[in-house]
């Protein structure tokens, strides 16, 4: 069966993009990026940016992030896939990053949640002139890393 990504939540003030790989079960579900309780991703960002409790709905947590110029999006527009694992992935299409720089120039550096994300990203559109990336460890519960430790890593890309 064929999932399709969320479209992206980028505003002209953007300058840092998050990108992940393709929401998981839960997420498509909700259609909410990182919908899983047990996803670090929000927790992450708020702590961040000093802003607990984390808002209850998905348009406060999308406010947060482009009050602070980052949006979010997935490396993949469509792709099969059983169940949330990247491993599962096959039949993959891109989004269309080449149209998404030129309508936001803004953009100069790419947050990677976790490193398929970047592999696929990176497989298809190498380095981007004048963007930087990161890979970050991913935020989902199947990446064991300790919060402390995902948090603190996540924070040099902040810094």
Request: net charge positive.
């Given at each position: 069966m ?7 939540f ?15 079960v ?46 979010l999006?997935?490396?993949?527009e ?9 491993i ?11 149209m ?29 002139k ?11 519960p199947?990446?064991t890393?300790?919060?402390?430790k ?5 924070s040099?890309?902040?810094?």
């Amino acid at each position: 069966m064929t999932i399709h990504s969320f479209p992206y939540f980028i505003n002209s003030k953007t300058e840092i993009l998050i990108l992940g790989t393709m929401p998981g079960v839960l997420s498509l579900t909700k259609q909410e990026y990182y919908a899983n309780p047990r996803n670090h991703f929000w927790k992450i960002m708020h702590t961040l940016f000093d802003i607990l409790p984390i808002p209850e709905t998905f348009e406060e947590k999308i406010q947060l992030l482009q009050s602070n110029k980052i949006g979010l999006w997935d490396v993949l527009e469509n792709c099969e896939r059983k169940g949330s694992l990247d491993i599962h992935i096959k039949n993959k299409k891109e989004n269309d990053f080449e149209m998404l720089f030129k309508e936001f120039p803004s953009i100069t550096k790419i947050i990677f949640n976790g490193k398929q994300s970047h592999a696929f990203f990176y497989k298809r559109f190498g380095q981007i002139k004048g963007i930087t990336y990161y890979v970050m460890p991913s935020t989902s519960p199947a990446n064991t890393i300790l919060f402390e430790k995902k948090l603190k890593i996540w924070s040099t890309c902040f810094e």
